[in-house]
């Protein structure tokens, strides 16, 4: 007996969660907080994070920052490749009620390119400062929330980077000797 949704209707709940947190958009202050936080979510945040690092800890903050950088290049080389096999049109282009309340870095959808980074960025960094976990955490979700509100991408797209962003940090920091979350 299969129990699994038939890939239409998770398709339509995915879009219809879209559709729903899309309408928070409405809301000016909503609208404008979103915006904030992905723009800072485009790199500014993390670019800021580094220098801090390096500033604050010296030597200890530049090896965070370099594994953070290292990082940042892999997650994007393989978002620039997942976007380039899906293609996922974004959920405003699929659904004339989605509204993009900023304009996208890109055409399509799958994965979060924001969310991803957000993710990795915040593993690696928490394994180096566990400490910023009360800073990085609620940022991270933020910048993942931020993507469906703005109509930028579905659900699934952000799940997705979620997995995808914490599988790479995972890798990232097995391949770092002495750096563990869990030291």
């Known amino acids: ?14 879009a219809g969660w879209c559709l729903r947190a899309n309408r928070w958009g409405e809301w000016q202050g909503v ?10 979510g485009d790199g500014v945040f993390w670019y ?18 370099a594994h953070l950088a290292a990082t ?45 980074h957000a993710v990795a960025f915040t593993v690696v960094a928490l394994a180096h400062y566990p400490a910023l976990a009360v800073l990085l955490i609620p940022f991270a ?11 930028l991408h579905y659900p699934s797209d952000v799940l997705a980077a979620t997995v995808i962003g914490s599988a790479l940090a995972g890798l990232s920091l097995w391949l770092v000797p002495g750096v563990s979350l869990f030291a």
């Open 48 to 65: 800021v994070l580094m220098g801090a690092l390096i500033v604050a800890d010296g030597l200890d903050g530049l090896a965070a920052s």
């Open 31 to 40: 609208r404008r907080f979103f915006a904030v936080i992905s723009r800072l």
């Open 72 to 116: 940042g290049v892999v997650a994007l080389t393989l978002y620039k490749l997942l976007k380039r096999w899906t293609r996922r049109p974004r959920p405003f282009a699929s659904d004339v009620r989605i509204r993009a309340w900023i304009a996208p870095l890109d055409e399509f959808s799958f994965p979060s390119g924001h969310t991803l």
């Open 141 to 151: 979700a933020c910048v993942a929330v931020s993507r469906v509100v703005l109509g």
């Open 1 to 14: 007996m299969r129990t699994s949704l038939p890939r239409n209707a998770l398709r339509g709940r995915d």
